[in-house]
């Protein structure tokens, strides 16, 4: 390999995201990798990445990618400071294909599930893996508990959230999320891949209607609060399910729209304004099957539009694995 290859820049930052992305759903996952090696037996294998023998080097690159994401780490290491060139770049080569790996096999567990079984916010997470590669679920988890504990010190902590009216319960959801988390639907960029990307749109403070929306419902989740998403045409919102709502002679739905300010909708409202809405299709939960694929097919036309065409090629390879039967083609 050539010193130059392994330069600084972004047009080489730029082939090994091509890299990463365009093999992300390829690589088949292979077998369980097993426990992780001695930090000296994974730094001796990257040195042999440099090796002047083809064999060693190959037979380095093999074990490395059968240990897995435990070796991210060091891999990253070498991939920015080895004074070897040919290690470098195979480092770089090694963890876009391990990355690749743990992509793939969080798709392919969904595509095993039941839409029953189906986690939203773990595919949140997952879909936030095409941009953000090394970031950890917990990073997520932990804004959405941030968040969770400001509805909860709205609320009161000696009132059972799930006990509230549901629209004082909304009240307290929706005043957090947008006032003090600052949470808004981007208008000016649209279309960009980052508001298909819940780290990233909670980072930014703005993003898609359904990002908004499953964010609210995540953080609902945790109070035990009934919030489900709806998969209204053309948009995406939640409503307090009133049926799973404390006893009440009203038990009205309450439907919040997060994309245009967190403001609430009433029925006829929608039935005016919103082109093909049916009240008994489109005020129940949306499966979780159907949000996910329809969270990816945004990142998806946004990235078409911005000329991401790595990104377009990773998630289009990724769509049968989560949706074996094809849902997204109906």
Known sequence: MRTA????????????RLVLLSCACAIPVGAAPGPPAPPGEVNAL????????????????????????????????AARSSDSPEIRVRSRT????????????????????????????????VIALFLDPDLDREVLTG???AMAAAVRKRIGRKVKPADLPPEKAMTA??????????????????????????HRVILRRKGLPIALSEIAVAVAGRLDLPVVGLGIPGRYMIKYDGARGPAAPDREDVIIN???????????????NVGGFDPDEHLVKCPPRETI????????NHALVTGREDLVEAIRGCYELVDPDRLRFR
Not at 49 to 72: C, H, I, T, Y
Request: glycine residues 8%.
């Open 173 to 198: 959801l929706v005043t957090a999320l947008r006032d003090d988390f600052g949470l808004a639907g981007d208008r000016a960029t649209y279309q960009h891949p980052d508001n298909s990307s819940t």
């Open 258 to 272: 997060p994309f245009e300010g967190w403001r609430r909708m009433t029925v006829a409202e929608l039935s005016r």
């Open 293 to 300: 694929l329809r969270m990816m097919r945004n990142m998806e």
């Open 143 to 145: 804004k959405l508990d």
């Open 94 to 125: 090694l963890v876009a294909k391990i990355r690749s790996r743990v992509l793939r096999s969080e798709f392919e567990l969904m595509g095993r599930q039941d839409d029953n079984e189906l986690d939203v916010e773990k595919a949140m997470w």
């Open 5 to 16: 290859v392994c330069s600084g820049g972004g047009g080489l930052q730029r082939r090994f």
């Open 46 to 77: 990257i040195l042999e990445l440099g090796a002047e023998v083809f064999a060693v080097r190959d037979g380095a690159d093999r074990k490395l990618l059968e240990l897995g994401k435990d070796v991210l780490p060091a891999l990253l290491e």
